[in-house]
């Protein structure tokens, strides 16, 4: 028996029918040609909100963001106002959809690359109201700890002393709403860093955004196949090569900031 309030019930006889753009480049875009949407439910430019055409999802409303009209882009080639627009767009749809008291909690992430879970090459991200899961009983303060990279007006990046699957993962912290933009600047900045510079040559990452305790927090994971540790004991591991990561960062990025 399946307990609704901790495990999402998957819909294969949807999930087996969605498009694959990832794993094989014949796959028409579903996003590419924005005149064939259907079920908008707003959109500013060329980002655009609708409902998602493949709710594999029991229990919940899942709605799917385009970032954009081009298929061939990545965060971390957008514009600075695009990707400002992006975030502040994503926040708006994500915090209302929080309050509409229609969700035991609200969750908004984005896949990107062949080890984020994802299956549409297109930049998208996704937001989901859950019926029934409140994803904060799984939150912890520890997780979004770790040594300073950055920190400008009330907006922190650091990378995590305690990671919540594993390696290096990457944790922006905002405190002031207000500070959307700079916020949208770190994550960018975070993304540039994990796809072009990252030692480990990443070609994946994950982005996961949570309210919790007055702060709204953006957690960047780089993707790679998952530990086994992780898998069968849930033991996250921890880089040696953290304080590297961090000067790393911090001359490329803020020396001159």
């Not at 594999?56 to 963001?65: C, E, F, K, M, Y």
């Not at 926040?91 to 984005?110: D, N, P």
């Not at 062949?114 to 998208?124: A, N, V």
């Amino acid at each position: 028996m399946i307990d609704n309030n901790t495990h999402l019930q998957f819909l294969f006889n949807i999930g087996e029918n969605k498009p694959n753009s990832l794993d094989d480049s014949n796959t028409l875009c579903p996003f590419c040609d924005s005149s064939t949407l259907t079920d908008i439910l707003d959109r500013e430019g060329s980002i655009i909100l609708l409902k998602n055409k493949y709710p594999t999802l029991d229990n919940t409303l899942q709605t799917v963001i385009v970032e954009t009209d081009d298929c061939n882009a990545d965060m971390s080639t957008y514009s600075q106002h695009h990707m400002r627009s992006l975030i502040h767009f994503g926040m708006k749809h994500w915090l209302a959809m929080g309050s509409s008291g229609e969700f035991k909690s609200v969750v908004f992430y984005k896949n990107h690359g062949p080890y984020s879970g994802g299956t549409i090459k297109h930049p998208h991200m996704q937001i989901v109201g859950l019926k029934d899961i409140d994803y904060k009983i799984h939150l912890r303060d520890d997780l979004f700890l770790g040594t300073t990279i950055h920190e400008q007006d009330g907006c922190l990046i650091n990378l995590s002393s305690k990671p919540r699957v594993g390696f290096n993962e990457f944790n922006i912290i905002l405190e002031d709403i207000n500070q959307i933009d700079l916020m949208a600047d770190n994550i960018q900045i975070t993304v540039h860093y994990i796809l072009r510079r990252f030692s480990a040559k990443c070609s994946s990452f994950n982005l996961f955004f949570y309210e919790w305790k007055g702060n709204y927090i953006c957690k960047a994971v780089p993707r790679f196949i998952t530990s086994p540790l992780f898998v069968g004991y849930s033991i996250p591991q921890v880089s040696n090569t953290m304080d590297k990561i961090v000067e790393d960062m911090q001359q490329y990025y803020f020396n001159n900031k």
